[in-house]
């Protein structure tokens, strides 16, 4: 009996993804859990297991294809695990009582082939529209050739460009003035063509959705790095020593500082729903991690009620997830408000862009030493400029002054983070 490789549930406002790669082939032996397919999502990388042990018996969906949620990936013969090793035991016995004068036929090499359970689907025909398109289009009675090529790959239809076409007014407007079409871009053989991953796509979607939604405006301030400098130095072999290989690091002293000042200022951890606010009586941090296909946000939940060690060890296993590939859906879901450090990068001072639906970040750079006047005297001190980037639509100018000073007050007196002041 054949049974259906389904996409599974993607993790929260996930609703599709595309086929990076099959792991195994049709007609390929597989056992109970062992990868299949590998599913690109807006997020993460997603391998998709099988249910049971058997024979992949048909692939329905090409690599490159979109898929959603449910969508039917292939087949699996379970009865193909004990039917591939039957043809051989019945080859190797030779029949029994042959006629007289009749040779037996020559045992074949090889497997032998046998029908699939199912025939491999046809090929898709230009512009054919995605199940959900299609079931859209139906209900609507849409044809195909009303809508035109689609915006999916090789020119399908999507779900989307059903839903534009039937918001279109249903006035006829005038036909536009012909418009020139473009010329090809002229290529240079020294250039080279990739084309984008569905995670740098999302990135540069959501990134420019933050710009066109929120009026979002930054702030700067600068903090004197030198008191969490000493207390690191101080301590930084003991809390290594006590905490088992977690190291002490500026983050946690930041990731601190910020949760206090959330508390005394929650507009900067709420965030808009239609004409409502909603705000969070709790802290679910988001921590800025580049990895090899780009910037990801893993988010500590809770870190409110964290340590210093906790909040640590969870950025450290964060980043190495992260460059790994192994960081899960659940994880990258759900923050209330973020922190990133260009500074690791060598980056000076920078205005970082939100992450929906939060409503601020807070940016980190680089510390450098500078001349500061410090009690009537110049002195040298560390210091770091830092960027508060918020959503004006919720958080007034005074709210993120006053809590970029709270943040600084906190990293250069951590007393205060300890007394919760």
Not at 111 to 127: F, G, I, K, M
Not at 216 to 238: G, K, P, Q
Not at 316 to 328: I, P
Request: aromatic letters at 4%; a neutral charge.
């Amino acid at each position: 009996m054949a049974t259906e490789i389904i996409v599974p549930a993607l993790g929260e406002s996930v609703t599709t993804a595309t086929v990076a790669r099959w792991i195994k082939q049709q007609g390929e032996a597989v056992k109970a859990d062992e990868p299949l397919v590998e599913l690109e999502t807006d997020k993460v990388t997603v391998e998709v297991n099988a249910p049971s042990a058997g024979v992949l018996s048909s692939i329905a969906v090409p690599e490159g294809t979109e898929v959603e949620v449910g969508a039917i990936l292939g087949l699996l013969d379970g009865a193909g695990a004990a039917a591939a090793s039957a043809p051989a035991a019945a080859e190797a016995r030779p029949a029994a009582n042959p006629p007289a004068g009749v040779n037996p036929p020559p045992a074949p090499r090889g497997p032998v082939s046998r029908p699939a359970t199912t025939p491999p689907p046809a090929a898709e025909p230009a512009h054919a529209p995605f199940p959900a398109a299609a079931k859209l289009m139906t209900e609507n009675k849409v044809s195909p050739g009303a809508i035109g090529d689609g915006s999916g790959k090789d020119g399908r239809i999507t779900k989307g460009d059903v839903l534009a076409f039937l918001n279109q007014p249903t006035s006829a407007p005038a036909a536009p003035a012909p418009v020139a079409a473009k010329p090809p871009r002229q290529e240079e053989p020294r250039e080279q063509r990739v084309k984008m991953t569905r995670l740098r796509r999302t990135i540069a979607l959501r990134l420019k959705e933050a710009q066109n939604t929120a009026a979002m405006l930054t702030t700067f301030n600068e903090v004197d790095m030198s008191a969490i400098m000493a207390l690191r130095t101080e301590y930084r072999d003991a809390f290594e020593k006590k905490h088992k290989g977690v190291r002490l690091g500026f983050m946690s002293v930041f990731v601190k500082a910020c949760c206090v000042a959330l508390k005394e200022f929650p507009a900067v951890n709420a965030e808009i729903d239609g004409e409502d606010i909603i705000y969070k009586n709790f802290v679910h941090m988001g921590i800025a991690v580049g990895g090899p296909s780009g910037l990801v946000v893993p988010v500590i939940r809770d870190a409110d009620q964290m340590g210093f060690a906790a909040i640590e060890g969870a950025i450290s296993d964060f980043g190495r997830r992260a460059r790994d590939g192994q960081l899960k859906l659940d994880e990258l879901t759900g923050g209330t408000f973020s922190v990133t450090n260009g500074g690791i990068y060598g980056s000076l001072m920078s205005t970082p862009i939100l992450n929906p639906p939060q409503s601020a970040i807070l940016g980190m750079h680089k510390i450098q030493e500078r001349p500061m006047a410090v009690g009537g005297k110049i002195e040298i001190r560390p210091m770091m400029y830092l960027a508060l980037s918020y959503d004006h639509r919720i958080v007034d100018g005074k709210e993120a002054v006053s809590f970029l000073v709270r943040v600084k007050e906190g990293v250069e007196d951590p007393r205060r983070l300890l007394l919760d002041l």
